[in-house]
T-cell receptor, first 111, second 113 residues
Framework: QEKVQQSPESLIVPEGAMSSLNCTFSNSASQSIWWYQQHPGKGPEALISIFSNGNKKEGRLTVYLNRASLHVSLHIRDSQPSDSAVYLCAVISSGSWQLIFGSGTQLTVMP | ETAVFQTPNYHVTQVGNEVSFNCKQTLGHDTMYWYKQDSKKLLKIMFSYNNKQLIVNETVPRRFSPQSSDKAHLNLRIKSVEPEDSAVYLC????????????FGPGTRLLVL
């Protein structure tokens, strides 16, 4: 069974700073890796996904994937208080094509 | 704009009762899912349903069963709830399985006393 681990569990940054979140997965043959954002009382919302080694940028978000080290990171430039939420990393299992989630990073951006 | 709708928002019940949660998606997607989210925010897939093909996570107890009337609806029934069933149940949909974006509903919070 694919495993996904996230760090840190909790991250507090000041407004305007860069937020950096990490995720490791257990199978280099995993398909896409996804980042979801979840606000309290809401369902997760997909932010960005990556399949190939390297980086992908969308607005203030940048994702880096290194399949050899089984590591993916999400960086949020110019963090805003509205970015405060739980960020979930998820990988598509190569066997079942199902999303396997990590337990999340709670990001708090202080005004 | 919410495109995956879940009812109820919150449900309190007692051990041994039967409960049913509803999910409807208006995105025209072909695949729907049920997830369980525990108190530590860990999401685990329970079921996925596509073109009348059901894929069940082998760890899901038999008292859980999905029910679908058409591709826009996938309900979840729990036959005889137990305390460990207390969690948030999230419904999602995607165009196909695999690489497509999954869209989640707001969840149903279940508390079993």
């Amino acid at each position: 069974q694919e495993k996904v681990q996230q760090s840190p569990e909790s991250l507090i940054v000041p407004e305007g700073a860069m937020s950096s979140l990490n995720c490791t997965f257990s199978n280099s043959a995993s398909q896409s890796i996804w980042w979801y954002q979840q606000h309290p009382g809401k369902g997760p919302e997909a932010l960005i996904s990556i399949f190939s080694n390297g980086n992908k940028k969308e607005g203030r978000l940048t994702v880096y994937l290194n399949r050899a080290s089984l590591h993916v990171s999400l960086h949020i430039r110019d963090s805003q208080p509205s970015d405060s939420a739980v960020y979930l990393c998820a990988v598509i299992s190569s066997g079942s094509w199902q999303l396997i989630f990590g337990s999340g990073t709670q990001l708090t951006v202080m005004p | 704009e919410t495109a995956v709708f879940q009812t109820p928002n919150y449900h309190v019940t007692q051990v041994g009762n039967e409960v049913s949660f509803n999910c409807k998606q208006t995105l025209g997607h072909d695949t729907m899912y049920w997830y369980k989210q525990d108190s530590k925010k860990l999401l685990k897939i329970m079921f996925s349903y596509n073109n009348k093909q059901l894929i069940v996570n082998e760890t899901v107890p038999r008292r859980f069963s999905p029910q679908s009337s058409d591709k826009a609806h996938l309900n979840l029934r729990i036959k005889s709830v137990e305390p460990e069933d207390s969690a948030v149940y999230l419904c999602a949909s995607s165009q196909w399985t695999g690489q497509d974006t999954q869209y989640f509903g707001p969840g149903t919070r279940l508390l079993v006393l």
